[in-house]
């Protein structure tokens, strides 16, 4: 409902007094001296304020990515603990995918954990949680966003029509330096967008990319520092180059190996 007051300063004349009429079935009272200035607000109620009462009630979504190793899940799982201790209902979701350190915890690379719910896509976190504990929720964590398929529908949801606070982690990239996922989909419906940095491996300046050490080539190859570092922009380019001049030798040696093979007298 929207309340308007009226400021404007009536005029001080005292007005005459009539004695009330009546046309048809109505009584009208006729404006004397003590009506002359509005005391208490007006309110209006139309199609409006419905939909401005909506808006008010209308969440919020918060998207912070950037390569591994830069801090995302810390900064998650700051954020969360922040919200709970100022009296707010959390929830943490990963996907179930990722079971690097724990099932039922989201951890961070250097050990600090937080209870979760670990599912295979979004749209199922309110059936597993529950209606009443849904509606109670305040606070939505999405840790490894990019795994999510549903990501996009379920924020949209969640924060126009539920009024939740969704706040999602992620890559943005792969180790192709390819969009990940569905977390780039997030950002135009995002009222936030942060991209945290990690350190280069190498060199020790910013680094803004994800650095695959091994040859296996599919997109979800999930691991640690075993299987990836945190590059510059030098160093992923030059890394590139140096991955794929070892991948054409090794192709090549095998190419010779089964050639000899083939042309081997049989004795």
């Given at each position: 409902?929207?309340?308007?007051?009226?400021?404007?300063?009536?005029?001080?004349?005292?007005?005459?007094?009539?004695?009330?009429?009546?046309?048809?079935?109505?009584?009208?009272?006729?404006?004397?001296?003590?009506?002359?200035?509005?005391?208490?607000?007006?309110?209006?109620?139309?199609?409006?304020?419905?939909?401005l009462s909506a808006s008010r009630a209308a969440g919020e979504i918060h998207v912070i990515v950037g390569p591994m190793f830069?801090?995302?899940?810390?900064?998650?799982?700051?954020?969360?603990?922040?919200?709970?201790?100022?009296?707010r209902n959390v929830a943490l979701i990963k996907s179930n995918k990722d079971a690097r350190y724990a099932i039922d915890s989201v951890v961070t690379h250097d050990g600090i954990k937080f209870p979760?719910?670990?599912?295979?896509?979004?749209?199922?976190?309110?059936?597993?949680?529950?209606?009443?504990?849904?509606?109670?929720?305040?606070?939505i964590g999405i840790d490894e966003a990019q795994f999510f398929d549903d990501l996009?529908?379920?924020?949209?949801?969640?924060?126009?029509n539920d009024g939740k606070t969704v706040i999602v982690t992620g890559l943005d990239g792969d180790y192709l330096r390819r969009s990940f996922g569905s977390v780039l989909h997030v950002i135009p419906i995002a009222d936030t967008v942060t991209k945290l940095t990690a350190r280069c491996e190498l060199c020790g300046k910013r680094a803004f990319f994800t650095f695959r050490k091994t040859e296996e080539t599919k997109t979800e190859l999930i691991g640690g520092a075993d299987l990836y570092m945190p590059v510059c922009r030098h160093h992923y380019v030059s890394g590139q180059i140096v991955m794929e001049t070892t991948r054409s030798v090794l192709e090549s040696h095998i190419v010779k190996s089964d050639s000899s093979t083939e042309a081997a007298p049989v004795v």
């Open positions: 409902m929207i309340s308007i007051s009226s400021h404007l300063n009536p005029p001080t004349t005292t007005l005459a007094k009539f004695p009330p009429f009546k046309v048809g079935s109505f009584n009208f009272l006729p404006l004397n001296s003590s009506m002359a200035s509005i005391k208490h607000p007006v309110s209006i109620s139309s199609s409006k304020d419905r939909s830069a801090g995302k899940t810390t900064a998650l799982l700051r954020r969360i603990k922040s919200e709970g201790d100022n009296g979760c719910w670990a599912l295979p896509n979004l749209l199922s976190f309110r059936e597993n949680f529950g209606d009443d504990a849904y509606e109670k929720l305040d606070v996009y529908d379920f924020c949209c949801n969640a924060a126009d």
